[in-house]
């Protein structure tokens, strides 16, 4: 049944693709693409918690017969990446005007994303790979076309194709050490793997899907990309897309190497992609902290939550090369929980962020009231979707986190004491970027969706925009709620990988444990309940105190203006301390620019800009570009177009070949 689902959702993202360019049929392409993912939400619900039926395909690919099976790790990621997929879908990109680019996009990153989840050999799984990232730059070309210059569709592109590059470099390597594409043959060879293919492939690993999931210097592509888009295909991005480049990392780390036989590869792949992971979400979350495009700051936050997934990773394989099969899979499964939590949050904002633009022309994060003016729903599930994403109980990123510092905490079973340090490193780690992440989103929430009316943008969120957050951020609540429920469809894979049945074991009743409820424990579950009966005291309170009266008055700005929202605060002096103590990160930027009318006392003019500077465009990327400009204008008297030196180019290729059959 659910297989036939998964069927039925690939052929109507397919018949999407194909109708996309008819404009005449646009409405059927969306409703395909919006039915599509929801009939692969319930074939996710439908499977769980076991893997779904392998299906062999009648046609090959470089001699591999394709095939295709979800497991239940995929149908978890899957599942909650099209959640938000169905809502973007439905409605839609605001900047796509009236063609169809976004649309055959956005078939194609879902096509895809669900072949990476679950097609069964390397061959197959790249060219997957390829028209995801493909569905990605034909979605953001799709969106204001004409008013991009196409740098920041290019910048993701290059980067992502030196991941498929090492992609290409892994499985190569695989298949010459196994004898086959397959992955049932690379997992079957896994524990004869040598220590050095292991280390070199693992890397490869990382490096392909790692430039995907945001991990440095790959991050950098993130708020280019997503602020040359909009909302809706930032839900993709974070989302479904995501979820699939953590799922193969994953499965590749965990199935394709000899981590199972090496105790010393999978001690080493751990340290490694703890440190990447760790300095990933720092360096990420704290630029995301300066942002002041709804579109920038939330692409940073996907970067650091895709790099805190990746962490717990790098924690699995810590605690796989002490045989420790328990904290192995329950790692494993907090990176799941997370990146479920983020999907359904994340998807949330960027809903709210189109919801801006469509009344304000901008993604801006500008105090305008919206809570005030747009309605219960748009509060209830932006405020949701923040608390989640800034660690607050009871939501589904508070779970999550606090999962991740007690997986963490459990570093004192290790048997190495350099095993125990790096985990020690990695708490403090996290736990800046877990604090820095609480102050980015009071800054987002804060900013973006309080403050004072303006009377120039006095047109509220759309109704529907508010509706789908609404619901977005009451799924939000029922993954936390839920979690004593939700954990078992991970079982079955736990148990598969690493004999231990942890998901069950990370579950108490109603209460959530790090597999024993002797070391510590929560439950959102009840908190929902406690949580408001706590509220009544402060309400008994403000009722009780009503009686005295309000004294209102304007804010002080200096005894200058009675305009209450020239005294409000900017996303500029709301982060700027943080730029001065962490500038030796920042680097900060501030120019101002004056224009004169007649003479110099006379300024017509005051341009004042700030910035922070992009470290690894410094100091990586545009180094390589000057490099690349040097070598083609050295090496463009090649194409002088003088046939002698062209014919004397070819006489020395002929006696360098020559001299090569002497030797």
């Not at 109507?12 to 049929?25: D, Q």
């Not at 390397?122 to 740098?151: Q, Y």
């Not at 996907?302 to 002490?322: C, I, K, P, W, Y």
Request: glycine share 10%; with cysteine; hydrophobic share 55%.
């Amino acid at each position: 049944m659910s297989a036939d689902l998964i069927l039925a959702a690939s052929a109507l993202w397919f018949a999407a693709a194909i109708l996309s360019p008819l404009r005449s049929v646009r409405v059927v392409v969306r409703y395909s693409l919006t039915a599509g993912c929801v009939l692969g939400v319930v074939a996710c619900l439908l499977a769980l918690p076991t893997a779904t039926a392998r299906v062999e395909f009648p046609f090959a690919l470089a001699s591999q017969r394709i095939a295709f099976k979800l497991e239940p790790s995929a149908l978890w990621l899957l599942g909650f990446g099209l959640v938000p997929a169905i809502f973007a879908c439905w409605l839609g990109s605001p900047l796509s005007g009236r063609s169809g680019t976004w649309w055959m996009g956005a078939s194609l990153s879902l096509l895809g994303a669900l072949g990476v989840f679950g097609l069964q050999d390397g061959m197959s799984m790249l060219v997957a790979w390829e028209v995801m990232s493909l569905g990605g730059a034909v979605m953001l070309a799709g969106e204001r076309a004409r008013d991009a210059d196409g740098s920041s569709v290019l910048l993701m592109l290059a980067l992502l194709e030196v991941g498929a590059i090492a992609l290409v470099l892994a499985i190569l390597l695989l298949d010459h050490a196994s004898g086959g594409i397959s992955f049932d043959v690379i997992s079957a060879h896994a524990p004869h793997a040598s220590a050095l293919l292991s280390w070199v492939t693992g890397v490869a690993l990382l490096v392909g899907f790692g430039a995907k999931l945001g991990l440095i210097p790959f991050y950098e592509w993130f708020p280019r990309a997503y602020s040359s888009g909009s909302g809706a295909t930032g839900v993709l991005f974070s989302g479904v897309v995501l979820n699939a480049a953590y799922f193969a990392l994953s499965r590749g780390w965990n199935s394709w190497l000899g981590v199972t036989s090496d105790s010393g590869t999978a001690f080493g792949l751990g340290v490694v992609a703890i440190a990447i992971g760790v300095i990933s979400a720092v360096l990420a979350i704290l630029f995301a902290f300066q942002q002041d495009d709804w579109r920038a700051l939330l692409s940073y936050s996907s970067a650091e939550n895709a790099s805190v997934a990746v962490a717990m990773l790098g924690v699995t394989q810590l605690f796989r090369s002490d045989h420790l099969g328990d904290l192995a899979g329950l790692a494993w499964t907090v990176a799941l929980l997370h990146l479920a939590g983020h999907s359904l949050a994340k998807g949330a904002l960027f809903v709210v962020a189109d919801g801006i633009q469509a009344s304000t022309g901008n993604y801006d994060i500008v105090p305008r009231a919206w809570l005030k003016n747009s309605g219960f729903m748009l509060g209830l599930g932006a405020v949701f979707a923040v608390m989640s994403l800034a660690s607050v109980p009871p939501q589904a990123g508070f779970v999550s986190e606090w999962y991740v510092f007690q997986t963490v905490f459990q570093g004192f079973h290790l048997s190495v004491f350099t095993g125990r340090l790096v985990l020690v490193l990695a708490g403090a780690g996290l736990a800046l970027a877990a604090a820095v992440a609480l102050a980015t989103f009071v800054k987002l929430f804060g900013l973006g969706l309080l403050g004072m009316p303006d009377v120039d943008y006095a047109r509220p969120v759309p109704r529907r925009n508010a509706a789908v957050v609404g619901v977005l951020g009451l799924c939000v609540l029922a993954v936390a709620v839920g979690a004593p429920l939700w954990l078992n469809a991970l079982a079955s894979g736990a148990q598969m990988l690493f004999q231990a049945n942890s998901p069950q074991a990370m579950v108490s009743g109603w209460l959530l444990v790090p597999l024993t409820d002797k070391f510590a424990f929560i439950s959102p579950s009840k908190l929902i309940i406690v949580m408001p009966l706590l509220a009544l005291l402060p309400l008994a309170l403000l009722r009780f105190t009503k009686t005295r009266p309000v004294r209102r008055t304007a804010v002080w700005f200096g005894g200058m203006t009675p305009n209450g929202r020239e005294a409000m605060t900017t996303p500029l002096t709301f982060s700027n301390a943080m730029r001065t103590f962490y500038s030796f990160v920042y680097q900060p930027t501030m120019s101002t620019e004056r224009e004169h009318e007649q003479r110099e006392y006379f300024i017509k003019r005051l341009v004042f800009s700030e910035g922070v500077t992009d470290l690894f465009e410094r100091h990586l990327f545009a180094p390589a570009i000057r490099i690349v400009t040097w070598s083609a204008e050295n090496l463009r008297a090649l194409q002088s177009g003088n046939l002698n030196f062209y014919l004397a180019l070819i006489g020395g290729l002929l006696v360098a070949i020559l001299a090569l059959t002497l030797i």
